[in-house]
Each structure stands twice: as structure tokens, then as C-alpha cells.
């Protein structure tokens, strides 16, 4: 008889545990939709302008090229190529980018022909100036981060998920961040960063989002404001292309060399 | 929810408007009102204003009867949008829309209409992708899109979107494939090519603004074809069409930006060549006047251009750089090269490069011992790093176990040295007419060399031989002597020898140290010997709370010929500092010593450069020399010091220099 309460007990016990989803759970699942749906590109190729603005207003331009090659089981490689400002025209930036292992980086300065390897532990130190720092830009991996889901809101008239996420690596510049991922496409629509003291350090908004070849959804935009020191930086991303037949080939060294 | 933008030519309704916000961009401003109109469920219309005068386009809400301005004011303060003001409507005579379909009626007529040549409809899904794979060998742009129609989901394969004249070129081809029944569609909003500036919407100026713009049906279901694990996308209800102020259909700035469908950013780099120039003034002061009397001052100014050029998809690249130096005092120093003339062609998985081109090799900072291809450009830049355009044919592999490079060089690049004005030499003029070769063919030797280098995981490694004619020259010495026999100047010569030299490279990173190694051997300048670089770098991201790196070189240089005045780096340490501000100017600066243990000489270098504008840099170096002893002011005193091999610096010890360069880029 005990037995059979006992039994009883654990079932229902057991059975309630699995009906309340974690929000633990719950944000790793809307992370993995996030990622799901942006599987399947294959490559791309895009330009990217970067303004950057400090509290006075003044304004600096820096434009470059990107490739980006969908690598299976792993992270994206990419390379970059600046077109401006001209005094780092031709410099290029080739990342193959991990799940989890730190990212494998080479800069290509043009002036010298050298392509060196950098060390990319640390990827919390700013991209080119900007407010942007390497880890934002980088190809985000569902494994980088541990979830919790906090709430529903709307952000911006859309209906959304607040997500709360912890950067697993501990030479990341945030302690935490705040995400909203809206319901109808899962696409970020906002993210807040907190630095290593606590405080809210930057805002990154999204907007412009369009759907290429029927499926991938990317926005024009992205505005990263740092509250702290009031500067921003903005992308305008442009003539983005899918599937355009790039190769293993196209990201080597050789390759890095080859693009100015 | 209201239709955007809707209203008559002129506005009778409503009187007066809230002013939201005022932009320069016609961009953000249509941007800006698609979100507000989002969020306020309220017309916004867009209206051009001049103040002060700038041309400005203003964001202007109606003020609606019926809605508590108190009410408006708080949701306006819930978007961040504080100080808003009234202004009279009726007083406004032109408005600018957003409306595709006038827009697209008032587009000139220089832009045609672009449509799909849809090839078939297909219930299978895989038989759609059979189609569109096979067609793709044939035509630049192919896609498919599904859409429901009598209750079934079909697959349509498509061609295009092409211009109208292109339309009939096109379904030939197909009817030459076996497709006779293409039919065309115009292209969907989001595909059209916009005329390529925001001028030509906003210039046309007053028309009719209404409707909502293309919002797909709600029963259409996507379904993507391409890509591994298709997903299924169903848009339940149009509301989710609209989503973000990027919905397609009603946005202008949405459809500039779709412009360029067919252009890659490289194929627009295809197609013209490129020019890339900079010019450079460079003033160096120097703290002594030189051992033969040199000046303290020296001018001088460079030009380099480039011409780039990628064709076939990048396949084929072609680059010329020259170069041009102009010294105000020493005309040694002034001199042209070609830096680089080169074709480029690029296989799978091999590359053949031809013409003038250069060359690095290696992982060190304080020396480069590895890499020895190009001649050092020696008048330009005391520290070696400038190089003179070498003639080559180089063709690379890339294959599983590494590339494996082989260099062909026809013809022999001398070395350079500073006339009687200047600085940074030794007191005895080089008299390159007497150069001496090893070789029976001279300069116009063939020369070869071989490079295979690997990466696995952090380890990088390279392994390379070259065998020809060594571009570091021996000297001989040749004294001059006066009528009375006195020993009264010198003459360097320089020595060519044929060499062989096996150079090893090596990287190793670990965390945030990058350690390094280079070591070569080498034959046929004397004795073989061998030297070697060894040492590490590490950075630190983020000093002290800042955004600045910090990062540190430390390196130890060994030759084993040490003893011989020959050797420099035969016993030395270095050690390097580099500050990056990470800011927008790029500015770092970088300090470095190297410290010779055996004759306890020091070189100190320092070099600061920073972006200013976005056209200029300035670039500031100092190079110290310190704890040599400086040599006795005659002949004989300046040979001992040639010949000691306990004084390495000693002619520079007067040679501190400062150096400011300022290059303008255009």
C-alpha cells in the first residue's frame, strides 16, 4: 500500500515537474528558434557602413565588405575587408569562428603584405573603434551563452520575448544581457548590455528587417548607443546576397591577400 | 488600424498637426514614421520644412478630434519623443509620400518595370528543384516561390527579375531548354530596382498620397526550397507581414535599398579598375649635425599609387603600384621603383602570380630573418621594413597538408645606399658601380626559392629554402689615400654572394600569448651560420578599465657569428610596447628597445600615429642610439670602428633623429 502511495506520489510529482517548463528551458528554446531560423543561408555577402558618433554629434565613416561561409556543426568563417577610412583600405580580417573554442583570427595588412595571426581570447575589446565590441559581431552560437526567459512584452509595437542571457565565456565584457526576440519571426529586436560592474553599458536596436530569399530575415540597421559615454555607433547594412557560391577556398590566407 | 498615409493633395480636415520629429535623411524620416505610425495607430505625413537654411522633413501627427492631447503627449513620452509642438496644416502645400505605386508611375522612365519569366509550376517539390538546379547552369538568376492556389501548394520556378528588353532573349533560351510556356509576372516591391538616388522621390514633389502599398494575401504559405531542413514559415495572419517598421509594400526607403539586386559588391569592382594614391611629406631633425657634416634638417616627400583591378569574379587581378621618393638633400635617396606590376591568376586550389611583386615572410618584430625575397629598400626607411618591387613567377598550392609556394626570380634588385648628404649611413661612401658579384650573370641571375606552411589549430609553421644571390651584401674596403700617402677616406664595395639559406618560422598561440620563433641557416657568405629569433607577444585588452590595449613584445636575437663585425642581432634582447587607443582616430603608439648584450649598445625607437580627419595621418618617430662609442673624427679612427666588432652603433651615435611624416590618402 505505501508502495503503491509512494509510486502514486513520485508520478505526480514527477508528471507536474515536467508540465511547468522552466524559464531556464524556456529561453534556451527560444534561443535555439532564434538560431533554427537563421540556418540554411549558406553564404553571404554584404556591405557595411559604420557611423560612428560621439556626444558632440561629430561623425566618422568607416565602410568595409563582408563574406560569410556557413560552416556544418560549427561556427560561420567570415572575412572582412575595409574600403574606408583610406588610410586601412585593403586591410582584412579573416575569422573562423567556434562554438565554444576561442575564435581562430588573421589580419592582413596590405602596406607590410603581412598576414598575421592575432590572438582572439578576448574578444571584449572594440571593433575598430566603434561601440561595437568583437563578441557582439561575432557568429552568435546558441552555446556561448546560459538562458532564462524573464517575461512577455511589447517592444516597438511588437510582441516580444525578454530573454536573459549569461556569456559563458569569462573574458566576456558583460556580466549579462537583456534581449527581445519577437514572437512572429524571432528576430532580435533589442538587446541591452551589462557591463562587468553591473550597470546597463549598451543598447543595440535592430530595425529595417527584411526577408531575403523567402527565408532569412535581416535588418537594414543596428544602433548600439552606450549610455555610459553617450557615443553610438551605427551599422547600414547593404545589397545583401545569399547563397552566392563561396567556398572553403575563398576564406585562406591566400585569399585574405588577395582581396583590397 | 489606419491606413498609413491617407488623406488628399491638400489637407482640409484637420487643422493643425503635432511636429514628432524633424530629419535631414529621408531615410530615417521615412523610417521614423513607419514606427510611429506603428506604435501611435495615427496618420503621420511627412513634410518638407527649410530652417535656418537647412532642408529638414518634418514628422507631423494631425491633431484628431476625439483624442485627449494629455493622452497623446504621455504615449509620445513612452517613445521617447519629448518636445512636441502645433503647427498649422492648412498653411502646407506640399507633402511627400510614401506611396509605391504613385512613386513607381512618377519614377523616370529611364527605369523600367522588372519582371519574373515564371518557367513552371510544380506540385513535387523536388521536381521544382530539378528544374531550377538545371536551369541554373544557365541563367544568372533563378529562384522559386510556392504559393497556394486551389487548395493545393504549388512550386513555381522562376527566371529573373529581367528587364523588358531582356524578356525575349530570355524565353528563347528557355524554348531552347524545352520551356515554351513561360509566362511573366511583374517583380514583387521588394525586388524592384529603385532609382538609384532618395533625390529622385523627393524631387518630384507634390503628388497623391494614399493606399497601403502590397501586403502579401493571407493565405499565401512560403515554403523556402533551398537550403538543408527546409522550415515551415507560415504567416498566420497579415499582421505579422507588418511587423517593424521595415515591412515591405508601403516603404520607399525599403526599395532604395533593395537596389543593386544583381550587382555583387565585388562585380561592381569588376568592372572598373581602381586607383588608390597617397603623397607624404616627411621632415626629420636630426639632434647633431652627421660625422661628414650632414645637416641636421631634411625634407622629403613620396607618392604611391595603385591601380586594382579584379576581373572573372576575382579570378584574375591585376595591380600596378609605383612609387616615387624626392629628398631635398641627398639625391641618393630620391628614387623611383615600381612596387608592384602584377597579374594574378587564381585555380582551384593553386594561384600563378607574375610580374613585380613582394613578398613577406615571417612571425618576429624586431627582425625579419626569414624572410628574404625582396631587396630591402635601405634609403627609405633605416629599419629594413621597405622593400623594392622583385620580378617573379610564384605559383601556390593550397592543399590538405599545407601551401607550398615556388618562386621563379628573374633579375637581381641591388641594394641602395645614401649619397655624401645623408644621413643614417656609415662615414664611407658605397660605391654600388664597383659592386661585386658572385655570379657570372650578375643582376640578370635567376634566382629561386620554395615555401610550405601549415596551420593546425593554434601551431602555424613554414619551412623555406632560397638558393641565389644573397640581397645583404658583404663589403670590401677600398682606402683612399692623399697626395702625401695619408690615409684620407675609404670606399665601401659591395659584395654579392651566391647563398643558399633554409629559414625556418614558427607561431604558437596560447590563451593570449602568441609565442614565436624564427631561425635560419645559411651558406656562401663566409662560414655557414645560423641565427635566430625567439620570443613572445602578448596583449591585454582593456587596461585599467580603459578601452585601451596594451601589448608586449619581448624577443631575444642570436647569431652565431658573434664576434664578427658583420653580425647585428648576435646577442641582443628586445623589447617592445604597444598602445592601442582603440578609438576612432586609430591611434597607437609603440615603443621598442633593443639591447645589444655583448656590447651593451641600446637602440631605442619610438613611432605614434593617428588618423585625423578621415583622409590624413600623422605618423611621429624617434630612433635613439645610445651607449656606443663614438668613433675618433678621422679615416683610421672610422675604420677601427668598421672593423671592431665590440661597436655596432657606433657611427649612429650622433644620428638621433625625430621624424615627422604627415600622408594625405586619396
Known amino acids: 500500500m505505501i508502495r503503491i502511495i509512494s509510486a502514486f506520489l513520485l508520478l505526480s510529482i514527477s508528471c507536474a515537474y515536467v508540465q511547468a517548463e522552466s524559464a531556464e528551458e524556456k529561453g534556451l528554446a527560444i534561443a535555439h528558434e532564434v538560431d533554427a531560423r537563421d540556418n540554411g543561408f549558406v553564404d553571404t555577402k554584404v556591405e557595411l557602413e559604420m557611423v560612428l558618433r560621439d556626444v558632440s554629434g561629430n561623425q566618422n565613416a568607416r565602410s568595409m565588405r563582408l563574406r560569410i561561409l556557413e560552416v556544418p556543426e560549427d561556427g560561420d568563417k567570415s572575412l572582412t575587408v575595409f574600403d574606408s577610412p583610406p588610410d586601412i583600405r585593403g586591410t582584412g580580417l579573416l575569422t573562423f569562428s567556434h562554438k565554444v573554442a576561442s575564435d581562430d583570427q588573421w589580419l592582413n595588412l596590405p602596406a607590410l603584405k603581412r598576414v598575421k595571426r592575432i590572438a582572439s581570447k578576448n574578444k571584449s575589446g572594440p571593433f575598430v573603434g566603434s561601440e561595437f565590441a568583437f563578441e557582439d559581431l561575432a557568429s552568435q552560437e546558441v552555446e556561448k551563452y546560459t538562458y532564462r526567459f524573464v517575461r512577455e512584452e511589447d517592444f516597438d509595437g511588437q510582441a516580444c520575448f525578454v530573454i536573459e542571457r549569461v556569456p559563458v565565456d569569462r573574458y566576456s565584457g558583460y556580466t549579462r544581457q537583456v534581449a527581445w526576440v519577437d514572437k512572429a519571426e524571432y528576430r532580435y529586436q533589442k538587446i541591452d548590455y551589462y557591463d562587468r560592474k553591473g550597470s546597463l553599458l549598451k543598447t543595440l536596436t535592430s530595425t529595417g528587417y527584411q526577408k531575403y530569399n523567402g527565408a532569412f530575415w535581416r535588418a537594414d540597421s543596428m544602433y548600439m548607443v552606450n549610455h555610459q559615454t553617450g557615443k553610438s555607433t551605427e551599422l547600414l547594412w547593404r545589397n545583401y546576397e545569399f547563397d552566392t557560391g563561396l567556398k572553403d577556398g575563398d576564406f585562406t590566407k591566400n585569399s585574405l591577400q588577395r582581396m583590397r | ?666
Open chain 2, 1 to 666: 488600424m489606419l491606413p498609413f498615409l491617407m488623406g488628399s493633395t491638400i489637407e482640409l480636415e484637420a487643422a493643425q498637426g503635432w511636429v514628432l520629429g524633424s530629419f535631414s535623411e529621408y531615410e530615417r524620416a521615412v523610417d521614423e514614421a513607419a514606427r510611429l505610425n506603428h506604435a501611435l495607430q495615427t496618420e503621420i505625413k511627412i513634410i518638407p520644412a527649410e530652417t535656418g537654411g537647412r532642408q529638414l522633413l518634418r514628422l507631423v501627427a494631425p491633431v484628431l478630434s476625439g483624442v485627449d492631447s494629455q493622452d497623446f503627449k504621455r504615449q509620445l513620452g513612452n517613445l521617447g519623443i519629448g518636445n512636441v509642438w502645433l503647427i498649422q496644416l492648412s498653411d502646407q502645400q506640399f507633402e511627400v509620400s510614401v506611396d509605391r505605386s504613385v512613386a513607381e508611375r512618377a519614377i523616370p522612365t529611364a527605369t523600367a518595370s522588372l519582371y519574373y519569366l515564371i518557367v513552371g509550376s510544380f506540385l513535387d517539390v523536388s521536381e521544382a528543384v530539378d528544374v531550377e538546379r538545371r536551369l541554373d547552369r544557365h541563367f544568372s538568376r533563378v529562384s522559386s516561390e510556392s504559393v497556394l492556389a486551389k487548395g493545393k501548394v504549388f512550386h513555381r520556378v522562376r527566371v529573373g527579375p529581367l528587364a523588358e528588353s531582356d524578356l525575349d532573349l530570355a524565353r528563347q533560351q528557355l524554348a531552347d531548354l524545352d520551356y515554351s510556356d513561360s509566362w511573366r509576372q511583374l517583380a514583387k516591391p521588394g525586388d524592384v530596382i529603385a532609382p538609384e538616388t532618395v533625390d529622385d522621390y523627393t524631387s518630384i514633389g507634390r503628388y497623391a498620397s494614399g493606399g497601403r502599398g502590397a501586403i502579401p494575401e493571407r493565405e499565401e504559405i512560403e515554403i523556402p526550397v533551398r537550403g538543408p531542413p527546409p522550415k515551415k514559415r507560415i504567416s498566420a495572419d497579415g499582421e505579422s507581414n507588418l511587423s517593424g517598421s521595415g515591412a515591405a509594400g508601403f516603404n520607399l526607403a525599403v526599395l532604395r535599398r533593395a537596389s543593386a539586386v544583381f550587382k555583387s559588391p565585388d562585380d561592381r569592382a569588376d568592372s572598373a579598375g581602381r586607383w588608390n594614391s597617397d603623397f607624404s611629406g616627411e621632415y626629420r631633425g636630426f639632434e647633431k649635425n652627421g660625422l661628414a657634416g650632414q645637416g641636421k634638417h631634411h625634407l622629403a616627400f613620396s607618392f604611391q599609387t595603385e591601380y586594382y583591378r579584379s576581373m572573372n569574379d576575382g579570378n584574375d587581378i591585376f595591380a600596378f603600384v609605383p612609387f616615387i621618393r624626392w629628398d631635398d638633400n641627398d639625391n641618393d635617396r630620391s628614387h623611383f621603383d615600381i612596387r608592384e606590376l602584377t597579374w594574378v591568376h587564381v585555380g582551384d586550389g593553386w594561384e600563378l602570380r607574375s610580374g613585380i611583386r613582394k613578398v613577406f615572410w615571417g612571425v618576429t618584430e624586431s627582425q625579419h630573418l626569414v624572410d628574404i625575397i625582396n631587396q630591402t629598400d635601405n634609403v627609405e626607411n633605416p629599419d629594413g621594413e621597405e622593400k623594392l618591387g622583385q620580378p617573379m613567377i610564384n605559383l601556390s598550392l593550397t592543399r590538405d597538408w599545407g601551401v607550398l609556394d615556388f618562386y621563379v626570380l628573374p633579375g637581381f634588385r641591388e641594394r641602395e645606399y645614401h649619397g655624401r648628404e645623408g644621413r643614417l649611413r656609415i662615414p664611407f661612401l658605397v660605391n654600388e658601380d664597383l659592386a661585386v658579384f658572385a655570379s657570372g650573370a650578375k643582376t640578370a641571375r635567376t634566382d629561386f626559392a620554395v615555401r610550405w606552411s601549415h596551420y593546425i589549430g593554434e601551431l602555424e609553421l613554414g619551412l623555406s629554402h632560397f638558393s641565389g644571390t644573397s640581397r645583404a651584401p658583404r663589403f670590401q674596403f677600398l682606402p683612399i689615400f692623399d697626395a702625401n700617402g695619408t690615409f684620407v677616406d675609404g670606399t665601401l664595395i659591395p659584395v654579392y654572394d651566391v647563398i643558399d639559406q633554409t629559414g625556418l618560422d614558427a607561431q604558437y598561440l596560447v590563451g593570449d600569448w602568441l609565442w614565436k620563433l624564427e631561425a635560419i641557416s645559411r651558406s656562401g657568405q663566409g662560414d655557414r651560420y645560423t641565427a635566430a629569433t625567439f620570443g613572445f607577444e602578448k596583449s591585454f585588452v582593456g587596461v585599467f578599465d580603459t578601452r585601451v590595449d596594451l601589448g608586449i613584445v619581448t624577443e631575444y636575437l642570436f647569431d652565431d657569428r658573434h664576434g664578427e663585425a658583420n653580425a647585428i642581432g648576435d646577442d641582443d634582447v628586445a623589447l617592445g610596447v604597444r598602445l592601442t587607443a582603440n578609438n576612432v582616430a586609430d591611434s597607437s603608439a609603440l615603443i621598442v628597445w633593443v639591447w645589444d648584450r655583448d656590447t651593451d649598445e641600446m637602440l631605442t625607437t619610438l613611432e605614434a600615429s593617428t588618423r585625423i580627419g578621415s583622409h590624413w595621418k600623422l605618423v611621429l618617430e624617434a630612433t635613439i642610439f645610445s651607449h656606443g662609442d663614438r668613433p675618433a673624427d678621422s679615416a683610421p679612427g672610422y675604420l677601427f670602428v668598421l672593423m671592431d666588432s665590440k661597436s655596432e652603433l657606433g657611427f649612429f651615435q650622433d644620428e638621433d633623429f625625430l621624424k615627422l611624416e604627415l600622408t594625405r590618402y586619396f
